[in-house]
């Protein structure tokens, strides 16, 4: 072999995507598919806002200014209208439920049904897009996610690589809407996965990563809310108010779960009446941005009220009343969105309340004070809703860039955390997580079989297979091994990349030697049936082998187990069940 | 350096006897269940599919466990075996035996081999027993 062959051959091998450097590249793509879902997924609601309202659609407060109460009371119910129409067509002709991504990649195998999904994508571009007060972000991950799903499972990964895939492109998502990248990943290994690992977290953060610099790179990088002054002086009495805000933030997060809860069990029962339920919601909210037009929208419009100090507490109070009603309606009549980003400014609004009730008593509090304290409210209160600490006070520090304000955001989140413990407070996406689906994801570690993990194996070749075709197999793809099955599927061995790839281009035994002559029966094998600790110490006591082949009981060969694969569910099961997750 | 051993053969009627007369020519280099489990081994791969490479040239060959070096058996025949079959005549029978952990000897071996093969061109049937040794031995080095 020349030299350059040897180079790229070995470069292959090094770089092979079956290996860990595979989870790094297919993050870097994820992290880019999901930006580019952002993207299209933004102009899609701009689109439809623009049909709407006929108003230029910078966003969806500025565009109900520009029009008539009528018109933005028509725009909302004619939008939840048709939502409610395309879920109904949805839930009516596709028997498979739509799996959300949370479900996939906490106890499940990484598999999200594609037109179920993105139907109620295009139901959920319907409802933003028409204004309703409700955020983008919930279904923008999740139709990235639906189709990072749909690549893994063509390019035939395994259970843990699709649910580390799906979970690279919802943290890439997020990364891409919030303009948040470790916020990004923080969100999706604290929230969906639960479980904080480097191993989990590196390729989460390179996908966020490269979502963010996708959007850097075609739209506006700065970020959603830059607010340089707010700062609150680090001292006693402001950690003592800053716990104070983070348990009140708290306790509202927690009627504002209950608040939620109830809505969606007394407002959506019959699917049948969704389209008629939307547009009365369409209705109702249309009605009040008739008078606040802040209520329509996620609630972006109200943040950056908030931090250039453009309410009053009259203003803000019903506000706040307000869009808690507008964001429960849309909810409970079961329009797909999500509560993200109006749970962020309700506790922004909550804070600044606080911080103006504060001023009232007689405190002495500036702008840069008032506005610290909109932040603080907005991280406690996110910290509850969403069980949340760590994503909380990233995604507020990184979407405002207040840096200054990170002492009194670390005692109001880790207040609200303890507070949300005691009251056992439910966070907002925990149904989601635990639907109906259940994978290995969601057993204890002791029941757990290598079964679970495997991956079909495409390098399988007949015993009589010619060398030419094996060095083909390996020269595509240098895979650690290629599998010598029968013809009935029974596996008789494996051929090893080392022992072959030096001899891959030579024409003298391109034709005179066989599958059989080079493999070897003695490589170890799994059977489907073992368990995930016996599993990972066959890997240990087999150093070399980068993977094993499953056989079954009756000699059948079954696929193959990757040890980054078996590792890392290891790492996660067992750390999960440390921790009873 | 494989332990290379070249021999004349006679006249066989088929390739099995020819392979038994090549396996008895290891006898007293190898101990005797090691031989039995090589005997098996080429049966089984002859079984599997033919060892008949080209101009003359077959090379029938087993892995088996436990072997300390590699073994190169050749023989030369001037009327030719099937190999199994009447349009598969070989002139030139090399039986390789290899450790079973050794695949890229084998592989090493039979490359050589096969080149060394098409280095003599046309019949090797005219070659003598102690020119093949030589030259295979110049060639497996």
Same mark, same amino acid.
């Given at each position: 072999?020349?030299? &350059? &062959?040897?180079?790229? $051959?070995? *470069? ?46 910078? #966003? ?11 018109? =933005?009371?028509?725009?909302?119910? *004619? ?40 139907? =109620?994508?295009?139901? /959920? ?10 955020? =983008?972000?919930?279904? +923008? ?63 989460? $953060? ?142 922004? !609004?909550?804070?600044?309340?606080? /911080? ?31 069980? /949340? ?28 955390? /303890? ?28 029941? !757990?079989?290598?079964?679970?993990? &495997? ?15 094996? *060095? ?46 080079? @493999? ?5 094998? +799994? ?20 993977? @094993? ?6 000699? %059948? &060969? ?21 921790? #009873?997750? | 350096?494989?332990?290379? %051993?070249?021999? =004349?053969?006679?006249?066989?009627? #088929? ?8 396996? #008895? ?55 030719? !075996? ?14 390789? *035996? !290899? ?7 084998? $592989?090493?071996?039979?490359? %050589? ?26 060639? +497996?080095?």
């Amino acid at each position: 072999m020349n030299g &350059f &062959f040897k180079f790229l $051959l070995f *470069a292959r091998i090094r770089f092979s995507l079956a290996g860990r450097g595979g989870v790094y590249f297919y993050a870097v793509l994820a992290g880019m598919l999901s930006a580019a879902i952002a993207l299209a997924f933004q102009f899609a609601t701009r689109l439809i806002l623009e049909t709407l309202t006929g108003a230029d659609g910078a #966003g969806t407060v500025s565009s109900f200014l520009q029009i008539p109460p009528w018109r =933005r009371i028509f725009s909302l119910a *004619a939008g939840g209208a048709a939502a409610g129409g395309i879920l109904l067509f949805a839930a009516k002709r596709i028997r498979k439920s739509p799996t959300p991504y949370m479900e996939a990649v906490s106890i499940g195998n990484g598999y999200i049904p594609v037109r179920a999904n993105l139907l =109620r994508s295009a139901a /959920a571009i319907v409802t933003i897009g028409s204004g309703a007060s409700i955020g =983008r972000e919930g279904p +923008l991950v999740q139709t990235a996610a639906v189709f990072a799903s749909m690549a893994g499972r063509r390019l035939n990964m395994s259970t843990p690589r699709l649910r580390l895939l799906v979970a690279c492109s919802a943290a890439g998502a997020m990364a891409a809407v919030f303009h948040a990248p470790m916020a990004g990943a923080l969100f999706v290994c604290e929230i969906v996965i639960g479980i904080m690992s480097m191993d989990m977290l590196a390729p989460l $953060l390179v996908a966020s990563c490269a979502s963010y610099l996708t959007i850097c790179a075609v739209g506006n990088p700065s970020p959603l809310y830059e607010i340089s002054g707010a700062y609150l002086e680090i001292n006693a009495q402001t950690a003592l108010l800053s716990a104070l805000l983070g348990a009140a933030a708290s306790l509202l997060a927690n009627l504002w779960l209950a608040c939620l809860a109830k809505c969606r069990r007394l407002l959506n029962r019959r699917a049948e009446l969704l389209p008629l339920r939307l547009a009365v919601a369409g209705v109702a909210v249309g009605a009040i941005a008739a008078y606040y037009p802040e209520v329509a929208g996620n609630g972006a419009h109200i943040i950056r009220g908030l931090v250039s100090m453009n309410f009053s507490l009259g203003d803000v109070s019903a506000v706040l009343a307000l869009k808690i009603f507008s964001v429960a309606i849309f909810f409970g009549m079961g329009a797909v969105g999500g509560v993200l980003t109006p749970s962020l400014t309700i506790g922004g !609004v909550f804070g600044f309340i606080f /911080a103006q009730l504060l001023a009232l008593a007689g405190a002495p509090l500036g702008t840069e004070e008032i506005i610290g304290f909109s932040l603080l409210g907005m991280a406690a209160f996110f910290t509850t809703a969403a069980a /949340a600490p760590l994503t909380s006070l990233m995604l507020v520090l990184e979407f405002t860039m207040a840096g200054r304000m990170i002492f009194p955001l670390i005692i109001g989140v880790l207040v609200s955390h /303890a507070v949300s413990r005691l009251a056992r407070a439910k966070s907002m996406y925990a149904a989601e997580a635990a639907g109906g689906v259940k994978s290995a994801f969601n057993k204890p570690l002791k029941d !757990v079989k290598v079964g679970d993990l &495997f991956r079909k194996s495409d390098n399988t070749v007949a015993p009589t297979t010619l060398f030419r075709s094996v *060095a083909k197999i390996f020269l595509k793809n240098p895979d650690f091994a290629v599998y010598v099955v029968s013809r009935s599927n029974r596996y008789l061995g494996g051929i090893l990349r080392g022992d072959v790839l030096a001899f891959a281009r030579s024409g003298a035994l391109s034709e005179n030697v066989i599958a059989d002559d080079i @493999m070897r029966s003695d490589i170890p094998t +799994l059977s489907p049936d073992t368990g995930i600790i016996d599993g990972v110490k066959a890997f240990s006591e087999n150093p070399a082998a980068e993977e @094993m082949p499953m056989v079954e009981a009756d000699g %059948k &060969f079954y696929g193959i187990v990757n040890r980054g694969d078996i590792f890392m569910a290891f790492a996660e099961i067992s750390a999960r069940s440390k921790f #009873g997750g | 350096m494989p332990f290379i %051993k070249a021999i =004349r053969l006679g006249d066989f009627p #088929g390739q099995a006897e020819c392979l038994e007369y090549m396996l #008895g020519a290891l006898a007293p280099d190898m101990p005797a269940e090691t031989l039995s489990d090589l005997k098996e081994a080429v049966y089984l791969r002859e079984d599997t599919a033919s060892t008949y490479l080209e101009d003359g040239l077959a090379v029938p060959h087993g892995r088996i466990s436990g072997l300390g070096a590699e073994y190169v058996v050749a023989g030369i025949s001037s009327g030719g !075996v099937d190999w199994p079959t009447e349009d598969c005549r070989a002139n030139l029978v090399i039986l390789v *035996a !290899v450790d079973r952990s050794r695949v890229a000897a084998y $592989l090493s071996i039979l490359q %050589k081999i096969i080149k060394w093969r098409k280095s003599l061109g046309g019949s090797a049937a005219g070659i003598s027993p102690e020119e093949m040794a030589r030259g295979l031995e110049l060639a +497996l080095n």
